[in-house]
């Protein structure tokens, strides 16, 4: 996990901060998640958020962490990824598995 980690994943980094966090080690989850809220990973932010309000990470911290997590989805954003993602949600609204129409 550590090696996905580092090779970028940001599940991975999540994780990774989710095992620290129940051993009690906070300062090593809190790098964890920042580094994974900064690829955009949205579970990392909301619990980044749970942190912040209690009290485990600085304003400036997380402001700047908002900023990486939002230019991070910004640079993920296209027409066509818009467009799959519609679909995906039409399927998924009809009651259709993606994985159903992909074969």
Request: charged share 30%; hydrophobic share 40%.
């Amino acid at each position: 996990m550590e090696e996905a980690a580092i090779g970028g994943h940001s599940s991975a980094r999540y994780n990774l901060a989710c095992f620290e966090e129940r051993n009690g080690r906070f300062d090593r989850a809190l790098k964890h998640l920042i580094i994974a809220a900064n690829m955009g990973h949205d579970a990392s932010l909301e619990s980044l958020k749970k942190f912040y309000r209690m009290g485990l990470v600085g304003k400036e911290d997380f402001a700047a962490t908002l900023r990486g997590h939002q230019a991070a989805v910004d640079a993920t954003k296209s027409p066509q990824r818009e467009a799959a993602y519609a679909v995906r949600q039409k399927w998924k609204n009809a009651g259709v598995a993606w994985e159903e129409r992909l074969i």
